[in-house]
């Protein structure tokens, strides 16, 4: 069986179509040559969304002010789930301050907040940091392992 995903390249969101049995070997992007699967957040801006969103991973986003303590504490774990979700969820962070827009089309209403998208769609949110077992905790309960 000849299994491929599609993945949306974090540097310049073309998409790649990467065979299931490649994902481990640092694919690289058709288009831009850089990795495809990252195993740190990459920052999601205003553009880039309606293309990071697509694809066969899940898309976390973790939307974050300058500002908040509460964001700035969490990046950490942000960090650390997506070493342990590389090649099974892709991970971004969204500054809201620098993407009103987005963020306003997201309807942002706290920070942090995560929210998850599968398949183009948001398909769960949460509002408020928490810690890495309760993240992946939280992840898995809507279908993502790593
Ligand atoms: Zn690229």
New binding site residues.
């Given amino acids: 069986m000849t299994d491929s995903l599609v993945i949306p390249?974090p540097?310049?969101n073309?998409l790649n179509r990467i065979p299931a049995e490649r994902l481990g070997d640092q694919p690289k992007?058709g288009?831009?040559k850089?990795e495809?699967l990252l195993s740190k957040p990459f920052e999601l801006k205003q553009g880039d969304h309606a293309s990071q969103i697509k694809g066969d991973l899940p898309l976390l986003v973790d939307v974050w002010a300058e500002w908040c303590g509460p964001c700035k504490s969490f990046a950490p774990v942000f960090e650390q789930a997506a070493t342990r979700l590389a090649g099974h969820c892709r991970l971004a962070k969204l500054d809201s301050d620098a993407n009103p827009q987005l963020s306003s089309q997201l309807a942002i209403r706290s920070i942090p907040s995560l929210i998850l998208f599968k398949n183009g769609r948001e398909v769960a949110r949460q509002s408020g940091a928490m810690p890495l077992q309760q993240l992946l905790a939280w992840l898995e309960g809507h279908g993502v392992q790593g």
């Fill in positions: 390249c540097h310049c073309g992007c288009r831009c850089a495809v």
